[in-house]
């Protein structure tokens, strides 16, 4: 064992960073690390995957909460919030704050998260961080000194969350710029709480980066049916003001590319995140779309420095001869990878300070199941849908499946199943390879959705006639003939990786609510997608016992 501990700097004290700094209290109590966290806001970490649903009343403030600082403090963890990191001295080995202290460092993670998007907008200062020094004033990180106008915000800390529900409160139009999944689970609840809303968008489909043609078209519909105007193929370029009282301007309208004017009392920007990097930039580390780290979450640049959530790109270190274009892929964006990585980080970490063998390399996430948490809509989908079912006929006339099957290319077709009514907004693609399910987009169809997202989890192969599923979703199915999503090793929640076994067990130890399962397991406490399917697990799990 090492005679003095280990000192770890975590940078970001968001979710991700959160997480890591649990996991490696134990080592902190035993005195194995001398652990510093460093987080820009004032407040503890806390969910903002929820943040929409707080903006919505559907959420109380506590619920966000995924750490207790107490605790970290209680057990020797240096907790530094509303700081900033502002540089990073490699060769020394410290790191300096916006306060002026200097702190040495064995290990730094860098979970420095992710800035929600500002897209090129005439009245709207959009800056520039690659190389920008962060801001001494740690409330400044992300404004930079150029906040957005009044009336324009980007739902993504509990300020935009007053400023959203104040809108909604007072009966506001509210107009979203952007149609990603948090855009229109924002939207929905939005006009569900009675606010006007509508939504713009330069393509011809939300959820573009999930979705089929098909099941964003119906996905519109939806939205339009529940009182969302959706605004299609209207590019963004810029805004029109009015002035308050006080002479000070305010967001009045969206102008787009064909000339229409969009008013509104609120914009909300929806337009993605990019990754918070420019302190691994000015500290030399290599950087594509985030801070580009290998398979054990360590620094291209820096075998001591590491970094997980969505600030990092996990990407294979490049070899001589390697092509020298940026790596491909970009940080994950979900919560549930990053939350995974710090779980891993952490046991790697403790390895180092114990003189132990470390972990094996982190595995690869598979394809995120993707669920739009909204009233009366059920939209699911799972890895690369741009696939047609005409495709395969093409391969088939060109002989292109001919020469997978023949072992010239070492690996069996991609094949694709597909059926619509659209008439009652159902549809349903699945991808398969060799009859295991690749991937696939659901909508209108809970049932089916919840037994192909069973049969993706297990790599199960599907029916030959894969008709069969639809019957999930039909008057006379049984539920016998499912597979079985009570299963012990069934996940219920994605995000923490959390099985129906581990629930029950939660439950016969007295966790009755879905609110004390996630204390337990932490299952529901991610995006909150999987909260129903924890309730259905209690209700059995109630049932069997009585």
Known sequence: MPESPLRVVVIGYGPVGA?????????????LIELTVVGAEADAAYNRVLIAELAMGRAERETLDVTDPEEAIAAGVSVRTGVCAVSIERTRRT?????????????????????????TLAGV???????????????????????????????????????????????????????G???????????????????VYHGEIPMARQLDRGAGLLLARGARHSAVSMISHSPAESVIFRQDSDGVDRFDA????????????????SCGVGARSELARLAGLDVATGILVDENLT???????????????????????????????????LIGPGWRQADWLARALIAVASGVEKPAPLEADRSAVVMLKASGIDVVAVGDVSRDPLDDLADDVHGTAAA????????????????????????????????????????????????????????????????????HDGPDFDDASAGDAFAEDATVCWCNAVTVGAITSAAEAGNSTVTCIGKATRAGTGCGGCKERIGQVLERAAVLTT
Request: include cysteine.
């Open 404 to 471: 997978h099957t023949s072992g010239c290319l070492h690996e069996p077709p991609r094949r694709v199943s597909s059926w619509m009514d659209a008439e009652h907004g159902r549809y349903v693609k699945m991808i398969t390879r060799g009859g295991v399910l690749e991937a696939l987009v659901c909508v209108g169809m809970p049932r089916a959705a919840a037994e192909l997202t069973l049969l993706f989890e297990r790599r199960s192969e599907l029916p030959t006639d894969r008709s069969v599923l639809l019957r």
């Open 125 to 179: 200062t959009r800056l520039r961080y690659d190389y920008r020094r962060p801001a001494d004033d740690a409330r400044l990180l992300d404004s930079a000194e150029a906040p957005l106008p009044r009336g324009v915000t980007a739902l993504r800390d509990l300020a935009d969350a007053d400023t959203v529900a104040r809108a909604v409160g007072l009966g506001q139009k509210i107009l979203v710029l952007g149609a």
């Open 19 to 31: 997480r890591l700094v649990d996991e490696l209290l134990p080592a902190v109590s035993a005195g």
């Open 254 to 269: 969206l102008v787009c590319a064909d000339g229409k004017q969009i008013f509104a009392d609120l914009l909300v920007l």
């Open 95 to 119: 790191v300096t704050l916006s306060d002026g202290s200097v702190i040495g460092y064995d290990r730094i993670v860098l979970a420095t998260g992710a800035r929600a998007n500002v897209p």
């Open 181 to 199: 999944v948090l855009g229109m689970e924002l939207a929905l609840a939005a006009a569900e709480a009675g606010a006007e809303v509508g939504v």
């Open 299 to 333: 620094s291209w640049s820096d075998e001591r420095i590491h970094a997980i959530g969505d600030c990092a790109q996990i990407a294979a270190r490049p070899r001589i001869g390697d092509s020298q274009a940026p790596p491909r892929g970009a940080p994950s964006g």
